[in-house]
C-alpha cells in the first residue's frame, strides 16, 4: 500500500517551460487536492477535486491546470513557468470530504 | 475568504518545558485537524477535533477546540527533541467541505 505517490521528486525548470507534477493514490479516495509550500509559509490551495471528472480552484490557482480522469490520479500542470512558482507541492488525498489528509513526499520545483 | 491564523510562528524551548500553539479563524469551521511536519518531510496528520468545546489527548499532547467552532489549541508537556517541527492546524470551512485551509504554522525548536 503504496499510499500517495509524487513525482518528480525535484525539478528545476527555465522560465517559459512546461511541465506536469505526477500524483497518484492508491487508496480510493475520492478527494484529492495540491497545495504549494514556500518557505516559512503554511500550505496554500491550488486546486482540488471530489472524484474523477470534477475538479475546483483554490486560492492560487493562476498559472496552473490539473485534471482528473480516474479515481486514482490527479496531475498539476504548470504552463510557462514563473520563478514565483519555485515552492514545493504536495498533493494529499482524502476518504471524505472533511477526512483526514494523507500527503505524498512533496516535490520541489525550482524556476530559474 | 476564510483565514486561519496560528501563534506563534515560531517557538524555542529547553527540552522539558511545555509548548503551547494557537489556531484562530476568521470563519466557523466544522471541524479542526492538525498536522505534524518534521524538517525535510510532508505533513502527518495527528488529531481531528469536530465538537464545540472537545478536549483530546495524545499521550503529552492535548489538543482544545473552542466553544464557538472558531479557535484550536495544541499544548505539549515535558518537550523532547523528538518534538520539533512545524505543527499546522487546518480546517475545512463550515459548509465548505472541500476546502481545507492550513495555518501558517508554528515551528518548534527543542534545545537539549
Known amino acids: 500500500n503504496a499510499g500517495v505517490t509524487q513525482t518528480p521528486k525535484f525539478r528545476i525548470l527555465k522560465i517559459g517551460q512546461s511541465m506536469t507534477l505526477q500524483c497518484a493514490q492508491d487508496?480510493?479516495?475520492?478527494?484529492m487536492y495540491w497545495y504549494r509550500q514556500d518557505p516559512g509559509m503554511g500550505l496554500k490551495l491550488i486546486y482540488y477535486s471530489v472524484g474523477a471528472g470534477i475538479t475546483d480552484k483554490g486560492e492560487v490557482p493562476n498559472g496552473y491546470n490539473v485534471s482528473r480522469s480516474t479515481t486514482e490520479d490527479f496531475p498539476l500542470r504548470l504552463e510557462l513557468a514563473a520563478p514565483s512558482q519555485t515552492s514545493v507541492y504536495f498533493c494529499?488525498?482524502?476518504?471524505?470530504?472533511?477526512?483526514?489528509?494523507?500527503f505524498g513526499e512533496g516535490s520541489r520545483l525550482t524556476v530559474l | 475568504g476564510q483565514q486561519v491564523m496560528q501563534i506563534p510562528q515560531y517557538q524555542h524551548v529547553q527540552e522539558g518545558e511545555d509548548f503551547t500553539t494557537y489556531c484562530n479563524s476568521s470563519?466557523?469551521?466544522?471541524?479542526i485537524q492538525w498536522y505534524k511536519q518534521r524538517p525535510g518531510g510532508h505533513p502527518v496528520f495527528l488529531i481531528q477535533l469536530v465538537k464545540s468545546g472537545e478536549v483530546k489527548k495524545q499521550k503529552r499532547l492535548t489538543f482544545q477546540f473552542g466553544e464557538a467552532k472558531k479557535n484550536s489549541s495544541l499544548h505539549i508537556t515535558a518537550t523532547q527533541t523528538t518534538d520539533v517541527g512545524t505543527y499546522f492546524c487546518?480546517?475545512?470551512?463550515?459548509?465548505?467541505?472541500?476546502?481545507?485551509?492550513f495555518g501558517i504554522g508554528t515551528k518548534l525548536q527543542v534545545i537539549p
Open positions: 487508496m480510493n479516495h475520492n478527494y
Open positions: 470563519t466557523t469551521l466544522s471541524n
Open positions: 494529499a488525498s482524502s476518504y471524505r470530504a472533511t477526512g483526514e489528509l494523507f
Open positions: 487546518a480546517g475545512p470551512e463550515s459548509g465548505g467541505y472541500q476546502k481545507v485551509t
